[in-house]
């Protein structure tokens, strides 16, 4: 069964702390990976990822994806308060002529002052 | 541009009824997909409309059934509601130009919280 995994499921840091999330993936025909920021309500797009080795940068943020081990990590530098979210990982695969999206259960973050 | 509208964002049903849920996606996107949220589940994928047809699918039963109308705006039917469907509804539009769900930036709505009584 295809699959998606992220690890650490939860985590508390002090704000300045540089912490570094994983997905874990196993599908078959992968197209992308995505990282997104859920606090409240909404998921929020953080980075689509398709090529290996290459890094997406935003800010603070960072993620590459290593297609070859099948697995991402999600980077944060110098944490603020703000930072605290659960951050979830999809993945994207085509069966055909149909896509899939699967997400990973999160990784809740939790930065304290 | 304002952003992706759900409504209703509260909603109570009994068991058995059926429920129908709107998204108004961005201005100018043509793909509005639709996933629902539980502690239990997470996230999980329902299917994505892109120009009025249904282009992908996720796992649910056939209770779930969705459509599109021309102007983009996309509702969600879940008929014979069980308690299992209580969830967050979410959905997600993006311009849809790459293809598949999950190939552009998507950007989600509040949300629509159903609950089964």
């Known amino acids: 069964e295809d699959k998606v995994v992220q690890s650490p499921l939860s985590l508390v840091v002090h704000e300045g702390d540089t912490v570094t999330l994983n997905c874990s993936y196993e599908v078959t025909n992968f197209r992308s990976l995505l990282w997104y920021k859920q606090e409240k309500k909404a998921p929020t797009f953080l980075f689509m990822l398709?090529?290996?080795?290459i890094e997406k940068k935003s800010g603070r943020l960072s993620s590459i994806l290593d297609k070859k081990e099948l697995f991402s990590i999600l980077n944060i530098t110098a944490t603020q308060t703000g930072d605290s979210a659960i951050y979830l990982c999809?993945?994207?695969?085509?069966?055909?002529?149909?896509?899939?999206?699967?997400f990973g259960k999160g990784t809740l973050l939790t930065v304290n002052p | 541009k304002a952003g992706v509208t759900q409504t209703p964002r509260y909603l109570i049903k009994t068991r058995g009824q059926q429920v129908t849920l709107s998204c108004s996606p961005i201005s100018g996107h043509r793909s509005v997909s639709w996933y629902q949220q539980t502690p239990g589940q997470g996230l999980q994928f329902l299917f994505e409309?892109?120009?009025?047809?249904?282009?992908n699918k996720g796992n649910f039963p056939g209770r779930f059934s969705g459509r599109q109308f021309s102007n983009s705006r996309s509702e969600m039917n879940v008929s014979t509601l069980e308690l299992g469907d209580s969830a967050l509804y979410l959905c997600a539009s993006s311009p849809g130009r790459s293809g598949g769900v999950g190939t552009d930036t998507q950007y989600f709505g509040p949300g629509t919280r159903l609950t089964v009584l």
């Open positions: 999809a993945v994207t695969y085509s069966g055909g002529s149909n896509y899939k999206l699967t």
């Open positions: 409309y892109f120009s009025e047809t249904q282009r």
């Open positions: 398709t090529s290996s080795g």
